[in-house]
Every structure is written in C-alpha cells, then in structure tokens.
C-alpha cells in the first residue's frame, strides 16, 4: 500500500483486494482512494458515528452487504453529508470494483452493484479566484514559529499555482524529479502518465530557499514533515487550508481551486489549449475545453477578433 494512506487497512478483504489492484498496475494513490471509499461504506454499515475515521478498523459487515444497503449509503452521502454527484460516483466504482472481486474470488454468489445507477455527471463551471486573491493567498505566510516550515509551505503554495499540479501529485514528488535550472519538474499524474511542467521563476526560487533548509532525512520526498518523512496529500490540503485561513480570504477555495486558476489565468493571457492540457496532464483537450467556458476575458478576445461590426467604417 502507498505511504499516503495514513493508517493501513485493517479488514483483510480490503486489504486483498487492494492487493490485487496494485498488482494490475493501479497506482498506489489510486488504490489508496479505492480502498478508503470502501472503508467508509463499511463504516456506514458498522453505524460508526459521522467524523470519526474508518481507517484501520476491519469491517465484517461489508461481505453481508446488499443492494439497499447501497442505495441507504448513497442517499446518505448526497443528502445528509452534502457530497457531489462525481465524488459519489467514484465511490460507486470502487465498491463496483471490490464487489466484482469478491465475486470473482468466490467470496461471495452475486454483486449487489450489478444494477446500481449512479447519480449524474455534475455538469458545474470549475471555480477560479481572482488574480489579486491569488496573489494575496500566495503573500500569506502560514503562520509557523519553525522557520524551515514557513519556507517549505511557500514553495508548495506557490508550486500549486505555478503548475496546475494535483496535490496527491505534489506530495509524490522527489527531489530528482525537480530541475531548478531548466525550471521543470517532472510529475507522475493518473493513470501513470508522466508529463513535464514548467514552472516560474519566483516558484524555483522559493523551491531553492526551502531546499537550503530542509531536514536533512533518507526519504527522497521533495517535501518532508517534522518526522522527515515525506508529506500526504492530506498534509498538502492542511497546509492550503491553513494558509486560505489567515489570508482573510471570503471565497472558499482548495487546492484543486489554484489548478482551475492556473489554467484560466494561462488562458486568458494567451496561452493555447493544447500547451494548457499538456501541462495539467488531461488526456483529451475536450476536457481541457471547459476553461474557455469560465475565462470570460477568453470569449471577449475571441468575440473582438472575430466580430467585423467595430472594424466597419460607417458604423
């Protein structure tokens, strides 16, 4: 199982499962999702209270499970804990897939997933901060009394806008994996698609500061905590939550907030769509498509280029 799971599963089906996943070439962060939305349903099922964590903990009521049991869990994640339409569909699937398994496996006779529809396709306009509230979260200092800390969170808040990276693809990188002189970093996203980015020079330098004053520590991890082991993608959202805090900031925001910024923000200063989905790493431009839909400045450009009504003499 990947580092960034914090507490490693303690049912042994999902344990096997997991297992199975890695070995088809998953990637450790995927695998590690999977099996915490597999988690979370038994602890539905376990009626452990809302908040408290299902990590580590076996859950014997998972093999029992049927197609209500499902249903009850779904409604219970869209209309009590307010989860979205595309987050309850990727927990559809890792349950579709653990089902499948346990099938497979002759663990169980049927899957209780076989008819389960899930809910629609959220067909939502990604949310973008404003330039001058970027610039004012990034001048933010997180607040910590250790120097070397403030050093190294400035360089993860200033790298998630300057790349448009993931913060799970954050928390993977290594040390080798940056070169400040050419100024790229090589990133492995989903799927195990590797891409090169490019990042600003402000964002090397500040890459170069924390680097001057990290722990010294055998993890290979770019960033590393007090323990000097490398940080989780859940220690990256802490951090931005933090930082998001003391700016002051009213509109809500997460790390996925600055990736949507930066490709609007490339966008709207003339960047092309292709260089923009090759440096998110999406593998179709279509998807890449949905920023010109929110970067208004974009259609404006497009519209005075196009539009021959201004450019008539007799107007």
Partial sequence: MPRQRSVFPADPLIVEWAGAMHGRGRSPLSVAAYAGDVELFGAFLGKLPKGQSAHGKPWPQLLKANRSDLIRFIQELMSNRGYSGSAVRRKIAALRSFYRFLRRENKRPDDPTADLEPPKRDKLLP??????????????????????????????????????????????????????????????????KQRLVVINRTTADAIRSYLGVRPR???????????????????????????????????????????????????????????????????????????????????????????PRDRQKDR
């Fill in 127 to 192: 949310k973008v901060l404003k330039e001058p509230d970027v610039t004012r979260l990034l001048r933010t200092s997180a607040g910590w009394k250790t120097g070397w800390l403030k050093v190294r969170d400035r360089a993860i808040m200033e790298l998630l806008y300057a790349s448009g990276m993931r913060r799970a693809e954050i928390a993977a990188l290594k040390i080798s994996d940056v070169d400040l002189q050419t100024r790229t970093i090589r990133v492995m996203g989903k799927g195990r």
């Fill in 217 to 307: 520590t055998p993890d290979e991890s770019l960033f590393v905590g007090h323990s000097g082991r490398g940080l989780s993608s859940r220690h990256v959202w802490e951090i931005f939550r933090r930082v998001h805090a003391l700016s002051g900031l009213k509109a809500p925001a997460s790390p996925h907030t600055l990736r949507h910024s930066f490709a609007t923000h490339l966008l709207e200063h003339g960047v092309d769509l292709i260089t923009i989905q090759e440096l998110l790493g999406h593998a179709s431009v279509a998807t890449t498509q949905i920023y010109t839909n929110v970067s208004m400045e974009h259609k404006r450009r497009a519209y005075d280029e196009a539009h």
